[in-house]
Nanobody
Framework: QVQLVESGGGLVQPGGSLRLSCAAS???????MGWYRQAPGKQRELVAT???????NYADSVKGRFTISRDNVKNTVYLQMNNLNPEDTAVYYC?????????WGKGTLVTASS
């Protein structure tokens, strides 16, 4: 099964930017990919998804600030996050979906705080 490893998280001041990466252990060509996040005491929520064909979908709370992209040659998915605010603080998880099967990474922590 595909293994996913997230990276790029860290501490950033409000208004700052980060780029998350999700490296897959095999080709993602046939996978829909996504980023989810879970803040302390809250349920995991969708952040953004990108289909096999490149169509994107975003949560309302991140539209205009975050951009999801995929590189099928490098087997990597990215999440560019701009204008971060404290409400974006969470563990961010990468997801790969193949038909009805979901695969998850272990997450990377993003903290937006002064």
């Amino acid at each position: 099964q595909v293994q996913l490893v997230e990276s790029g998280g860290g501490l950033v001041q409000p208004g700052g930017s980060l780029r998350l990466s999700c490296a897959a252990s095999e080709s993602i060509f046939n996978f829909a990919m996504g980023w989810y996040r879970q803040a302390p005491g809250k349920q995991r929520e969708l952040v953004a998804t990108i289909s096999i064909g490149g169509r994107t979908n975003y949560a309302d709370s991140v539209k205009g600030r975050f951009t999801i992209s995929r590189d099928n040659v490098k087997n990597t998915v990215y999440l560019q996050m701009n204008n971060l605010n404290p409400e974006d603080t969470a563990v961010y998880y990468c997801q790969a979906r193949y038909y009805d099967m979901d695969y998850w990474g272990k997450g990377t922590l993003v903290t937006a705080s002064s």
